[in-house]
């Protein structure tokens, strides 16, 4: 049973435009939110949380957005920078403090120059 | 550099060995954590340790899986008579506990090939 949900393997964005990056998630319990960037042979890198407290949250190029009742977050980056290539996944944990994280199954994003 | 580390990076073992990773946390992190990471997946939890105390494993860790963390400093992930379908990254991760900003920093996984 897949909690957190990426339905699109890849995307591509032309740079200077949005990056919007989906997820869904189906554990109601979920209330702490995260986004992790992937480049090849390395370790996942934090990028930008939210808790279920808000439905936004920003961080220079970075935002987040979480809609509850759809059970639905985004990731948009703009403007998009050919750096941004890499997989993003989507984690969501349901005890605040506990990182114990739910991955979905990443997204991989190409930033076209 | 002081992130987190792990060793070896890359491992082929064939069916039935043993094998050990280690992991050296971010120094001032008391938690540290084991995801398992598979083609075409994102990583899943395995087990997490709050100082020297494994405090939860995942159903994914079988019998044959032992993770230490002795003195709540490095910890090892030992897998008994390796099985093809352990190949995978395994990722160790580590957080200072508690707090709302403290996401999981992750080192660079530990390639594991079983032939």
């Known amino acids: 049973d897949q909690q957190v949900k990426q339905n699109s393997p890849s995307l591509s964005v032309q740079e200077g435009r949005i990056s919007i990056l989906n997820c869904d998630y189906t554990?109601?319990?979920?209330?702490?939110f995260l986004w992790y960037k992937k480049y090849p042979a390395e370790g996942p890198t934090f990028l930008i949380s939210?808790?279920?407290?808000?439905d936004k949250n920003e961080d220079g190029r970075f935002t987040v957005f979480l809609n509850k009742s759809a059970k639905h977050l985004s990731l948009h980056i703009v403007p998009s920078q050919p750096g941004d290539s890499a997989v993003y996944f989507c984690?969501?944990?349901?005890?605040?403090?506990?990182?114990?994280?739910?991955f979905g199954t990443g997204t991989r994003l190409t930033i076209i120059p | 550099d002081t992130g987190v580390s792990q060793d070896p990076r890359h491992k082929i073992t064939k069916r039935g060995q043993n094998v050990t990773f280690r992991c050296d946390p971010i120094?001032?992190?008391?938690?540290l954590y084991w995801y398992r990471q598979t083609l075409g997946q994102g990583p899943e939890f395995l087990t997490y340790?709050?100082?020297?105390?494994?405090?939860?494993k995942s159903r994914l860790l079988s019998d044959r899986f032992s993770a230490e963390r002795p003195k709540g400093s490095f910890s090892t992930l030992e897998i008994q008579r390796t099985e093809q379908g352990d190949s995978a990254m395994y990722l160790c991760?580590?957080?200072?506990?508690?707090?709302?900003?403290?996401?999981?920093?992750f080192g660079n996984g530990t390639r594991l090939t079983v032939t």
């Open positions: 984690a969501a944990s349901a005890d605040f403090g506990n990182e114990k994280l739910t």
């Open positions: 340790f709050q100082n020297e105390a494994q405090l939860e």
């Open positions: 554990n109601s319990m979920f209330d702490y």
């Open positions: 939210i808790s279920s407290i808000k």
């Open positions: 991760a580590s957080t200072i506990s508690g707090g709302f900003n403290s996401p999981l920093h």
């Open positions: 120094s001032e992190h008391n938690r």
